[in-house]
């Protein structure tokens, strides 16, 4: 068996024990299931097989899974998966989504709003791995011409379907974040730079929404949030930031607290909501909010 059904064969597994706890029996049903609807080669497997997977499951993903001697059934025990995992396996899903042996094109509709960039993924991914400098030519949105940038990558970041690269430029001797829809040209240079040891890119958008990071006027902080009218569920389900909690549930309301900074992206978030939601705390945040709907409004004034 492939690499790639033993992946679909990890995901089916999780997927089921996700659901409820189930025995070998149950979990064998559900690979045979899936293998029919996807035309794949049997998945059925032998037991000793099996608890080869529930290793590199837990080898992998980071999923412990135990059998339960007195209910006669498997069960996760600890799923601490990763954002990469996660991402593969979203990835899996709609891979097997699209791979099903049948005319699916008035059956599914894809976002139809695409942005460039992506064709530089894969080398600007080898060049954080190997440390190697490089040069882009890149075109901001409010200049006539592309500016040659040298800079030295640290971390791809994806937001609002768009990606990122947080990098050290050469010139400006700071760190910024560059899109790689504005990159017209790169090249790998030969030129090798060193990480600095005290450095963790991921640490940096810690207390960030989106690609903004905290600086010396802006630092992180408590913000209150009230939602109405079920807008709260929405942030229930795809919550606004890791450190979101939910302080009150009453009627149609909800009061929902994070700890950021409130930088630009943040902003146009809680602009989205509109009426449907309102800032509580901090005051001078509530200000900035209210200051920006007001414009809004008087757009439509003329």
């Given amino acids: 068996m492939s690499q ?6 990890h995901r089916l597994i999780i997927q089921k024990l996700r659901s409820n706890s189930s025995s070998f029996e149950e979990i064998q049903r559900k690979l045979n299931s ?3 609807l996807h035309d794949y080669e049997s998945m059925e497997k032998s037991k000793r097989t099996f608890q080869r997977d529930i290793k590199q499951i837990f080898s992998l993903y980071n999923i412990e899974i135990k059998y339960d001697r007195k209910q006669k059934v498997y069960a996760i025990i600890n799923d601490e998966q990763d954002d990469y995992s996660e991402r593969m396996f979203e990835a899996l899903d709609i891979f097997q989504a699209l791979n099903l042996n049948r005319s699916i094109a008035d059956c599914i509709q894809f976002d139809t709003r695409k942005t460039k960039g992506s064709e530089h993924l894969s080398g600007i991914l080898y060049a954080i791995q190997n ?3 490089l040069e882009i030519h890149y075109q901001k949105f ?25 990098a050290f430029d050469s010139e400006k001797k700071e760190f910024r974040t560059f899109g790689l829809d504005r990159i017209q040209l790169m090249n790998i240079k030969s030129v090798k730079f060193q990480f600095p040891q005290k450095l963790n890119s991921k640490e940096l958008f810690k207390d960030s ?20 009218k079920n807008q709260g569920e929405y942030v229930r389900t795809m919550p606004l930031h890791e450190s979101q909690e939910i302080l009150e549930e009453s009627g149609d309301e909800m009061l929902v607290k994070v700890k950021l900074a409130p930088t630009w992206d943040f902003m146009m978030e809680i602009l989205y909501y509109g009426e449907l939601v309102k800032v509580i705390e901090p005051e001078h945040f509530a200000e ?7 414009k809004a409004v008087k757009l439509y004034e003329n």
Wanted: glycine letters at 2%.
């Fill in 142 to 166: 409010w200049s006539a011409s592309p500016e040659k940038r040298t800079i030295e990558p640290y971390l791809l970041k994806e937001f609002r379907k768009r990606w990122y690269v947080l």
């Fill in 209 to 228: 929404f989106g690609v903004i990071t905290p600086d010396d006027e802006l630092q992180p902080e408590e913000i209150l949030l009230k939602f109405f």
């Fill in 131 to 133: 440390k190697f400098v």
């Fill in 34 to 36: 899936e293998a029919d």
């Fill in 288 to 294: 900035q909010i209210k200051n920006r709907l007001e």
């Fill in 4 to 9: 790639k059904d033993t992946i679909i064969r």
